[in-house]
């Protein structure tokens, strides 16, 4: 879906002479303008990760976040709105990290994935792994 744009219109009924009040919002898709932060982290094992997601278009927002494009289902995963925080982070907490911000107007999604570093067992070198 493109942007789309439109108006919002409430209506609001006063006291008891029922005039109406009309509140005219501007409404436009999130779709295409929204960003996760950071973006694809390594990060070390037992830390925590914050995400944040924003939109520059639209109002009336709403945020759903995914995780492995399932609704999150972990006591280390807080959701407050647009941020969601990865708490004492394990290799079974890794994966992909969706955020969905969705209006009247349509819906826009951006995602990022938490990594871990590791160390290769042949050269000693640091890697940065998927920890899904």
Known sequence: MDNVFGILLHVVRLHKDQSLLLIIDDVSSPNGTVEVTPKNPAVDHFTNVTFTCQSDAGSNLNYTWLYNDATPNNDAI???????TVNNVTYLLGGTYTCVVSNIAGEGRNSSDLYGDSVDDDTGDLKKNKMS
């Open 78 to 84: 807080v959701i407050n709105d647009s941020q969601l």
